[in-house]
């Protein structure tokens, strides 16, 4: 993760609204975060909303078969999980934000399953791009064993090749927004969350 020092962001803005600020000074605070929470329908909603989220991708990650299908990830096997990946400004949103949105939307202590969806396509995991994000992942881990004083099933592996899901995955929530409201419902998400989380449940906003 990229810190600024406190002068830089106001020097910057002065820049860019001139038009002088060079195009790798602008990027440097796009950045990209990958989480596996299950079934990826639910886990766009709690990001789409908040402050320097450009986009969420529902996709599949972690493993070795080219070009998966949903048909194919769904059956297991594949090493794939179902994930999100969220790109975002890092100046507008720490990760360590988009962290505490995520353990606030899974069930971190299910194995190779998130409610009602079970295989290892629907673990929970944290999919580490740079060593920064992997020390951030590792210290809220840690944060979250003490908090529950038990074992915390998610794991913390390196990002691979990202695959973007069928488009009609992407935004289902939107798109389908009575059948999501059901199958949400229907699986217990809610109500599982509720009870790991308690008023925490779907993370906090950050707007």
């Known amino acids: ?6 002068l830089r962001p106001f020097t910057l803005g002065v820049l860019a609204a001139a038009g002088l600020a060079s195009p790798s ?3 440097q605070s796009s950045a990209e975060a990958t989480f596996a929470g299950g079934c990826f329908w639910c886990m766009e909603p709690p990001y789409d909303n908040q402050p320097g989220v450009s986009a969420t991708i529902s996709g599949y990650i972690g493993g070795e078969l080219e070009n998966p299908t949903y048909e194919e990830i769904s059956q297991g096997g594949t090493g794939h999980a179902e994930v999100v990946q969220i790109e975002y400004d890092s100046e507008q949103i720490s990760y360590e934000q988009l962290l505490e949105i995520f353990w606030r939307n899974i069930d971190p202590f299910a194995v190779d399953r998130q409610f009602c969806d079970v295989g290892d396509q629907y673990r929970s995991a944290i999919f580490y791009h740079d060593e920064a994000q ?3 992942a590792e210290a809220s881990k840690a944060e979250m064993e003490a908090r529950f004083d038990r074992e915390i099933a998610t794991q913390i592996v390196p990002a691979t090749k ?3 899901a069928e488009e009609y995955h992407q935004d289902y929530y939107q798109k389908n927004p009575v059948r999501y409201k059901f199958y949400r419902y ?6 599982r969350l509720e009870e790991v989380w308690g008023e925490e449940a779907g993370g906090p906003s950050f707007e």
């Open 134 to 136: 992997r020390e951030l």
């Open 162 to 164: 990202f695959w973007p």
């Open 1 to 6: 993760m990229i810190r600024l020092s406190p």
């Open 186 to 191: 229907s699986c217990g998400r809610d109500g």
């Open 25 to 27: 000074l602008q990027a």
